[in-house]
């Protein structure tokens, strides 16, 4: 026999129906929270580790990062003091022709009326433009192309930030050599204790043709890395 319908039998089947789908929307509910709390607690977890990430990015590069050496300049350019520093007697004019220097690398003489802008470099320079920053106070560190990149590394080291030129030289007669304006050293190791010592006495020398002059505002040679 068919329920009618009003009768308690339906009204019994219909109870249970709505039972069954509030208890399905509450289970649905319940999973939806638990879901959005799991992706909460992703998002928290990997916006903690990017954070931390970064942060030890950041340490790792003020930690690794070589600092530049820090010297007082200013230095009176006393040869004496310095174990092996050469002298010479060389006169400073302007030329726009290319120049034979008594020195290789050269230190001081006639030279090109723009100056190379200071920095580091991979490629060999132009003389004529370098000598004019040694006017300037600046000290050119070259090195056989051959040097190794650990030494040319712990070369790097030693040197200030400014008033420096850093590059390679073909025919250079020791593996290192500092030249400041008539003044030059030659070390076989970027570890010699006497290349500080001759920044230290000839780095922005008061007794160059012209102290007061920049190193920065003029030309960069072809290979200027930093």
Request: aromatic share 8%; with cysteine.
């Amino acid at each position: 026999m068919t329920p009618q319908p009003g009768s308690p039998v339906n009204q019994a089947s219909l109870k249970q129906e709505r039972a069954a789908k509030r208890t399905k929307k509450l289970e649905e509910y319940h999973r939806q929270q638990k879901r959005g709390k799991r992706n909460r607690l992703i998002g928290i977890v990997g916006g903690a580790v990017a954070v931390v990430a970064i942060i030890a990015l950041i340490v790792a590069a003020f930690v690794l990062t070589p600092k530049a050496a820090n010297y007082a300049g200013g230095g009176a350019g006393d040869a004496s003091t310095i174990d092996g520093v050469e002298t010479f007697s060389n006169t400073a004019s302007h030329v726009e022709t290319a120049v034979t220097y008594e020195q290789t690398p050269p230190a001081g003489g006639e030279h090109n009326p723009a100056w190379l802008n200071c920095g580091v470099y991979d490629q060999s320079v132009p003389d004529e433009n370098a000598v004019h920053s040694l006017e300037h106070g600046a000290i050119w560190v070259t090195y056989d192309p051959s040097l190794s990149n650990a030494e040319l590394e712990t070369l790097k080291a030693a040197l200030p930030s400014t008033f420096v030129i850093l590059s390679p030289f073909d025919g250079i007669p020791a593996p290192i050599v500092l030249s400041g304006w008539n003044a030059q050293l030659q070390v076989d190791s970027a570890d010699d204790p006497r290349i500080g010592e001759f920044f230290t006495e000839f780095w922005k020398s008061v007794n160059v043709p012209e102290n007061t002059a920049p190193c920065t505002g003029a030309i960069d040679a072809p290979g200027k890395v930093s």
